[in-house]
C-alpha cells in the first residue's frame, strides 16, 4: 500500500540527523520541520553546518538519522532518487556548466516532476533578462545572473521543495534584491523553499520561520518575530 501523506504532516521532518566527513561529526542530531508552502530559513555562522544539513537530506554526505518527505522516509534513498522524489536542490557554488550556453543549462534540468509544470517560459517570466542571454556561454554572466539560473533550471526539474544554499553570497545590492523577489515569486506560486541565509534582514523579511544553528545543532527555532526579539541568541549565535 502507498504511504500517503497525511492532513497536515510537515512536507519535510527531519529527525536525529547526524553527518560526517570522513572521521569527523558535523551534524549532532538535527531535528527540524517544513510546511507545505513555507519558506523555512536555516541560518548560523560560518561552520555551524547550515549547508551540510542540506547535503544530509540530499543524501549526499556520510549521514544517519530519519528524513521524511512527503510522507516517504528517504532516509536511505541516494541523490538521484531523493531529486526524483521532488526535491530541488541548488548548491552554494551553483554547479552550473560553464562551457554550455544559458538555454542549454535550463535545458539540462527540464524534467516532468510532482511540483507542476514550470518550463522554459516560466523560467524567463521570472527572470526575463535568461531570455536576453540565452545564447551567451554560462561562464559570461555576472554572479547574480548565474545564481537565477541556477535557480531555474532547478525549478525546470518541478520539485515541490527546493533547498538554496546561500543564494546571495558575494551578489551586488540589486542582484541581492533581484535574488529575494524571485524566491518570493517562487514561493507564491506554491513551491516550499529551505534557504540557507547569511543575511539576516533577508531571511527575517521572506521567511515563516526560521532554525538557528551552532556547532552542528540547532540551537534556536521561531518566527522572524521571535527571533527580532531575541537579541541574546542574534548576539551568541549570529554575531548581530
Known sequence: MTDLP???????RVRGLNAWYGKSQVLRGVDMTVGRGEIVALLGRNGAGRSTTLKAIMGTVQREGHVAFDGHDISTRKPHEIARAGIGYVAEDRAIFPDLNTLQNLI?????????TFGLEDAYALFPHLRERATAPASALSGGEQQMLAICRTLMGNPSLVMVDEPTEGLAPM????????????AASGTTILLVEQKLAIALAISQRLYVMGHGRIVFEGTPADLAANAAVRKE????
Open 108 to 116: 539540462l534540468g527540464e524534467k516532468k516532476g510532482p511540483g507542476g
Open 6 to 12: 497525511k492532513m497536515g504532516e510537515p512536507m519535510l
Open 237 to 240: 549565535w549570529l554575531e548581530v
Open 175 to 186: 542582484m541581492v534584491q533581484a535574488v529575494r523577489d524571485l524566491l518570493e515569486r517562487v
